[in-house]
């Protein structure tokens, strides 16, 4: 039997594993790597959760399973989590402790264990993760085990360039590789399609607080379509199109333009994302019922009102009863990078920082401008920022034109909007959907700014039948 330790397994399996030959190799060997060891795995989110349903499947036995919040958590495979506090009273000297978190939220655990006055080396999960899930997805597609496929939210691969998904939805959708052209370089978008929401979240990804109600709008039902069709048109394969608000199940003509959506052979799998809070109509249910459509319900189960959990409950029900494929999230904490004050100006640093950050695979596309992410999107459209030649407008070239932008577009080193963003870095956690009131001020520079009042004062406004939000200019 070869010796295999799970050091070696992590330099001999870097990334997708999309080779069956090799997908059976590398699960043979994690095994080989972790039988006999006390696996204690340290993250119960959904990273960790993922790390340890692959433990499951190999047959290995987790010891412990650790967590900040872990009087909150449910068990994950009948193991009860406990507190990270146990780690300094563990024997580790025959232990394989694996941070199921991200590679960023994965060195904040190695000082909290250096502050317990442990030094065991810690495997960065996502990495473990990423090769592994790959590996098993690649035998269930040999196998024909159907796939459900809204674990792969739950995935590590957050551009979706996971060319095993690849694989099974061009499959799925008879797709002619060898016919089809365009770019390879993007594999998804994100759709914005307005800021209009039930909600008004502290750290949300889109800065819907920032947004003054008045300015707060859907783009045009045939400009969404359009939008998404000349990218589809410019781009070889898309594995996913995301759809972001506001509130996706606000906009009026959600139906129409993922029924236009689902015509395009070139895109894999359609994610909505909505807070649960507005049910959508019957229509739309039977549109959303398509089976390469996943709705992901966010779970805010710890921050939203009684009344608001009701209107979730709603919605699950209708989803349930229409046969859709949708995910609760897990109530998971966010980075809060929802301010736009200037935090780098080095010019050998920021490129390092784009690269660190998740966020710049998220390619957010609006009323036809393509953003490199969330806050580039944000800040540009409230007018925080103002360097717009970092932004790919769609209709301004040939499709034989646009198909090279879009190759040069992900050969960014960074944009303007990095040296204004507390990402990768610098973002501290924050309890998902938490609600904030807000006051506008008026800043030095002209600009109005949205400031967080809920915890100097307890006035409360409804805006809206579901919306906690007050909301006062001054001059």
């Known amino acids: 039997m070869k010796a295999v330790t799970i050091k070696k397994w992590l330099s001999e399996y870097v990334g997708i594993i999309d080779d069956i030959e090799q997908a059976k190799s590398c699960l043979s060997d994690m095994n080989l790597a972790l039988t006999g060891k006390e696996i204690v795995l340290w993250g119960a989110g ?19 399973i650790l967590d900040q919040r872990y009087a909150e958590v449910h068990p994950i495979g009948g193991i009860t989590v406990e507190s990270p506090l146990i780690l300094a009273t563990l024997d580790l000297s025959n ?34 993760l990423t090769s592994a899930r790959s590996s098993a997805c690649m035998l269930d597609m040999e196998n024909g085990t159907e796939q459900e496929y809204k674990r792969c939210y739950d995935c590590t691969i957050l551009d979706n360039t996971c060319t095993v998904l690849a694989k099974r ?17 993007m594999k998804m978008i994100g ?18 607080p920032h947004f003054p109600s008045d300015k707060r709008k859907f783009v045009e039902t045939q400009i969404v379509i359009d939008d998404i069709r000349v990218m589809a048109g410019c781009c070889r394969f898309l594995t996913l199109v995301e759809f972001i608000g506001g509130e996706p199940f606000l906009h009026p003509g959600l139906a129409q333009i993922l029924t236009a959506v689902l015509e395009l052979k070139n895109i894999g799998i359609v994610h909505i994302f909505s807070n649960g809070t507005v049910t959508p109509a019957d229509e739309l249910c039977n549109v959303l019922a398509n089976p390469r459509i ?3 319900l966010s779970n805010y189960s710890r921050s939203l009102s009684k009344e608001l959990a009701v ?27 929802s301010d736009f004050e200037l935090r780098c100006t080095d010019e050998a640093e920021l490129p390092k920082r784009y690269q660190a950050c998740f966020l710049h695979h998220c390619h957010r596309l609006y009323n036809g401008n393509l953003f490199t992410c969330p806050h580039h999107y944000a800040g540009l459209t409230l007018g925080y920022l103002d360097n717009w030649d970092d932004v790919l407008r769609i209709h301004e070239h040939s499709p034989d034109a646009l198909v090279a932008k879009i190759d040069q577009y992900q050969e960014i080193r960074y944009v303007d909007a990095c040296r204004h963003c507390k990402m990768p870095f ?50």
């Open 294 to 296: 996943v709705v992901y």
């Open 46 to 64: 959904i990273i960790g959760n993922e790390i340890a349903k692959i433990l499951q499947r190999l047959g290995l036995p987790i010891a412990h």
């Open 311 to 337: 209107r979730v409950d709603r919605t699950t029900t209708k989803l349930d009863a229409y046969g859709v494929e949708y995910l609760y999230g897990y109530g998971k904490s966010w980075f809060d990078f």
């Open 426 to 475: 610098d973002a501290e956690l924050e309890p998902a959907g938490t609600q904030i009131m807000v006051k506008r001020v008026q800043r030095v520079d002209g600009q109005s700014s949205a400031v967080d009042i809920s915890t100097i004062t307890k006035v409360r406004q409804h805006v809206g039948p579901t919306t906690q939000i007050m909301e006062e200019k001054t001059k």
């Open 169 to 185: 939805l061009k499959k799925r959708n008879n797709f002619d590789d060898s016919a089809a052209s365009g770019s390879d370089a």
């Open 95 to 128: 232990a394989v402790v694996i941070a199921g978190v991200s590679s960023q939220t994965a060195e904040k655990l190695k000082l909290a264990a250096n502050e317990m006055g442990v030094y065991a080396d810690l495997v960065i999960g996502e990495r473990l």
């Open 191 to 208: 759709y914005i399609l307005g800021q209009k929401c039930t909600l008004n979240c502290k750290c949300c990804c889109e800065s819907i």
